[in-house]
Each structure stands twice: as structure tokens, then as C-alpha cells.
């Protein structure tokens, strides 16, 4: 099979854990970009970068890196985006389009767009993939197959270059879903993602502050969910502590939300109510089963399972050409 015209001629990425990492993977192996130039905080990530041939240009600085790409995706935690984003415009060309891979979009709309220039696209993304671990060695092309990338372009941004992107992320396997809003982005992922990341830090945080058991004894004897809980907790904490404080508003609501639901729980418990306590596990089974009919997880055991392949590298759908892209 005759490999596609790549969509892009210069992908740049500033940050290269393990989404930025992957993204140059996948663009390499799908051909979807001509060249790669990239660039870390740390000299070590950057050394690191270069001797694992992740770019074809590993250099110092997020202007050098930024100044004629095509594609800008920055993927640093969302801290720090707004800083990132007020450094690279000066050297952004006219048409290029800029992005980030980070899981709050209210607060990168906010602190990234009022930066970039005139003619630049600015269409954030949030690619809702991962796992517990970080750092350019961490990364692999398969991260995106079958998972999906939200975007979330501001209104008025050019149609041909939210198009465009959205055509990159499907080369690398991903789906992909354009919501409204950032705000309502923010508050879906609240719940299906900050959340859960919320009580897992505190679940682990707790079993590690009990007196009466042992370090020995929590490590030697847990079971499943124990185990899902300590993954989802080994995630980088800088980045999940940028994530709640930038999507605050949205996590409480859900967090108040959820604490109504673990009284009425408590309660249940306390009365000893079996048949309430067995409609609420039959109606959140129901979820995980949906969950798995819709293909976003197999029914197979979580721990040592493949990941799906790249698919073949496809021919880029098609998208509106505009004069700037």
C-alpha cells in the first residue's frame, strides 16, 4: 500500500512525555507529517528525545521549535500552556495551526488564545489516552487506536483547519468528537476522568495511612479494584495537580454530586437496605457493560492486555482547503 501525502510538512512538539512521545510514533509510522522537531523543559528529556529518534530536530528552546511548523501541538501540563503560548507566537508562521493535548480546555482557551497572532489557527484537542506512566521512553504509535480526541475550537476558528487536524488524529488511529464548548468538555471529563483520579489518589492515600495495616500487607493482598486504583494513582502527579486546579469549578460540582450518592450509600449500608444497595450495583453494571459494547474497552482483564495495532496508514480524508492551510 502506497503510503499517504502527509498532511502536515513540520509537526513541532513542545513536550515529549508520553502523549507527545506517542503522537511521534504514530505520526512517523502513519506518515502523516514530513518532519518532526521537538523540544523538552530539561536538557536530560531532550538528550533523551534525540537518542531515541523521536524528531529529526531536537533543539533548545519552544520559539526554535515552533518557528516554521505547520502543526504546533504542545504537550505540557496546563499550567503552563499560557507561558508556552506567549513565548512561540513571535516566530508562529501565517496558516499554522496550534493545539495541545491537555484534558481541561476551558483554562487553555483562556490563558493560551489570547497570545497567538492573527492567522493562526488555534484549535485546542484533548486526545483521552494514557497510562500510568511518563516521560519520552513511555510513549508507543498504538496510544490513540480506537480511543478518542475531543476537539474544541473557538468560535470563528477556520472550519479547514479544525478539519485538517481532525484528519491528523484519525491517521493516528484515533476517533474523533468536536463538543460545543469548552466549558461543557470540562464537566464531562470531570466526571469521567478528574474524578476518578480524585478517589483513587485518596483511596491509595488512605490504605497507606492506616495504622492497623501493614505496607506489606496492602502490597501482598490487593485485589483488583485495589490494584485499577494504584495504576490510576501512579499517574504524573504535576500534571494532575495543574488538571484540578484548572478545572476546580467543574470537579466539585461533580465531587458534591458524588458525596450525595456515597451518603445515600452509607446510609443503605448502615440499614442494612440489601435490595437498595443491589439496584444501584445492577444499574452501574449496566454502565461497564456499555462501556465495552460501544468498543471503548475489551471484557478482558485490564493487566498485561495488548494494545490494539496501528491500523493501515489510511489516505487522509478529505478537508476544505483554505488559502492559509
Not at 101 to 123: C, N
Not at 239 to 266: H, I, P, Y
Request: glycine share 8%; hydrophobic share 45%; proline share 7%.
Amino acid at each position: 500500500m502506497a503510503q499517504p501525502t502527509p498532511l502536515f510538512n513540520r509537526l513541532a512538539l513542545i513536550g515529549v512525555g508520553l502523549i507527545g512521545s506517542s503522537i511521534a510514533r504514530a505520526a512517523r509510522a502513519q506518515g502523516a507529517v514530513r518532519e518532526i522537531v521537538a523540544t523538552a523543559r530539561t536538557a536530560a528529556t531532550r538528550r533523551r528525545v534525540a537518542e531515541l529518534g523521536l524528531a529529526d530536530q531536537v533543539v533548545e528552546s519552544n520559539g526554535a521549535a515552533a518557528t516554521g511548523a505547520d502543526l504546533v501541538i504542545v504537550c505540557a501540563p496546563v499550567g503552563v500552556c499560557g507561558e508556552i503560548a506567549k513565548e512561540i507566537a513571535p516566530q508562529l508562521k501565517r496558516g499554522a495551526i496550534v493545539s495541545d493535548v491537555g484534558s481541561v480546555k476551558t483554562a487553555i482557551v483562556r490563558d493560551m488564545a489570547p497570545h497567538l497572532p492573527p492567522g493562526v489557527h488555534f484549535v485546542p484537542a484533548h486526545p483521552v489516552a494514557g497510562t500510568e506512566h511518563s516521560g519520552p521512553d513511555a510513549g508507543f504509535a498504538e496510544l490513540f487506536v480506537g480511543r478518542w480526541c475531543i476537539l474544541t475550537p473557538p468560535e470563528g476558528t477556520d472550519a479547514a483547519a479544525v478539519d485538517k487536524l481532525a484528519a491528523f488524529w484519525r491517521m493516528l488511529g484515533a476517533n474523533v468528537e468536536t463538543m460545543a464548548s469548552p466549558e461543557h468538555h470540562d464537566l464531562v471529563l470531570a466526571i469521567t476522568s478528574h474524578l476518578p483520579h480524585l478517589i483513587a489518589y485518596t483511596i491509595v492515600g488512605t490504605a497507606d495511612e492506616l495504622a492497623e495495616v501493614t505496607r506489606s500487607e496492602v502490597l501482598k493482598f490487593s485485589a483488583g479494584g485495589f490494584r485499577d486504583f494504584t495504576r490510576i494513582a501512579a499517574s504524573d502527579p504535576t500534571m494532575w495537580r495543574d488538571v484540578f486546579l484548572a478545572n476546580k469549578d467543574a470537579v466539585l460540582e461533580m465531587l458534591g454530586t458524588f458525596n450525595e450518592d456515597l451518603s445515600q450509600l452509607t446510609r443503605a449500608i448502615r440499614r442494612g437496605d440489601g435490595e437498595a444497595l443491589f439496584e444501584h450495583f445492577a444499574r452501574t453494571r449496566a454502565i461497564r457493560r456499555g462501556i465495552v459494547e460501544i468498543g471503548q474497552d475489551s471484557p478482558a482483564p485490564d493487566f498485561g492486555r495488548a494494545h490494539p495495532g496501528l491500523p493501515d496508514a489510511p489516505l487522509p480524508r478529505p478537508y476544505a482547503v483554505s488559502d492559509e492551510t
